[in-house]
């Protein structure tokens, strides 16, 4: 569309608040349920990327993307919620491990395949063209979800018909909201750019040319994918303290080598480590953030936590980066994220407990 690198990285920021205005959506489950509201969002999320495949320019593009973000983002975060609550202590980790590792999957794909639909007669569109095939089949697939059985067991007994936007604020749990909220979001300042400008990077600096950057992103999911597909069990395993500190580390490392090197392999595989890294931080904070609350506040905490305030660095991460890079570099400017997620390694050492093989009954308890 001609935009500079400024624009591009303000579209991404603009486009990102639609994961912040999801908070009221997820929130509903603690309402209506989980499977009325996910239902809601696979329709929506579907509509609007066929929407997309029709802009005609960068305004509408960024308003039709705004809203199938909302779709997308609650979606995502009830799939934990309910993942969280179907399966027993010893597998929620691996469980929530997997959903992690296929919704990052999805996303890596579209990376690496994007410039071959580039190529097509319908250019740019066709990647939306395609994208919505899944969400169709999706759609048609989710009607015999059942709702979960902690859920069904709450509303029936369940006596309050409205709760206030801020009573989980004050509630015991607010400490516990504010904490993971900073905790995701100064995590989200370095993985919300990890993947999404790295392409500027080894186009821009590292002088790939189109046909390479998808060559290299391909092999380094590949590469990654394994690893990726273990998180989960190395949740339950290793516990989630002791994972923090291996997936942040890894993290911390990686994305500088992806964003500092310029030889095509060496660079491949930091890439894939940068990869892994940061989808294992989502599992991870996935799994804490649905652990440390209980049924009756589990969305809405999510939704608190994660989409509304997490969010905020998730938001203004690619507006900080796009501008940085018009004056150091790519390169440079996403180097400089690692600085949050040692902060945010430190706040969970300091301030999380361990919740692996414990019921969430004992995790919720304050």
Do not use: H
């Not at 580039?118 to 063209?129: D, E, H, K, N």
Request: charged residues 15%.
């Amino acid at each position: 569309m001609g935009l500079s690198q400024g624009d591009g990285g303000l579209i991404v920021g603009v486009i990102s608040i639609g994961t912040i205005v999801s908070y009221f959506l997820v929130r509903l489950a603690d309402k209506w349920g989980r499977k009325r509201v996910l239902a809601m969002t696979i329709l929506g999320y579907a509509l609007f990327t066929f929407m997309t495949a029709l802009s005609r320019g960068a305004i509408d593009f960024t308003v039709y993307q705004f809203i199938g973000r909302v779709f997308l983002i609650a979606e995502w975060a009830l799939s934990m919620v309910i993942a969280a609550e179907e399966y027993p202590a010893e597998q929620r980790g691996f469980v929530l491990g997997v959903i992690q590792a296929f919704n990052s999957l999805g996303s890596i794909t579209c990376a690496a395949v994007a410039p071959l639909l580039l190529a097509t007669p319908y250019g740019w569109r066709s990647v939306y063209l395609v994208g919505i095939i899944p969400l169709l089949l999706l759609a048609y697939a989710r009607r015999g979800l059942r709702e979960t059985e902690r859920y069904a067991a709450y509303a029936a007994e369940r006596t309050e018909t409205r709760r206030p936007l801020v009573a989980i604020l004050r509630s015991p749990y607010r400490n516990r909201v504010l904490q993971l909220a900073l905790i995701w979001g100064l995590t989200y300042m370095c993985t919300n750019t990890v993947v999404v400008f790295w392409k500027e990077y080894a186009v821009g600096e590292a002088g790939f040319t189109d046909g390479q950057v998808g060559l290299a992103i391909a092999i380094a999911s590949i590469f990654a994918l394994p690893f990726v597909f273990s998180v989960g069990k190395l949740l339950d395993v290793w516990g989630r303290r002791s994972s923090a500190l291996l997936i942040y580390g890894v993290c911390a490392v990686f994305v500088v080598l992806a964003y500092q090197l310029t030889s095509f392999w060496i660079l491949t595989a930091a890439l894939s480590f940068a990869i892994f890294a940061a989808i294992a931080l989502l599992a991870l904070l996935n799994a804490y953030t649905t652990e440390l609350f209980p049924t009756d506040m589990r969305a809405d905490a999510f939704a608190w936590s994660n989409n509304l305030l997490g969010r905020i660095g998730y938001v203004i991460a690619p507006i900080i980066v796009g501008r940085a890079a018009e004056s150091i570099g790519w390169g440079n400017a996403v180097s400089f994220t690692v600085v949050s997620v040692v902060l945010a390694l430190i706040l969970i050492l300091w301030l999380l407990p361990e919740t692996a093989q414990r019921e969430l009954e004992e995790t919720s308890a304050v």
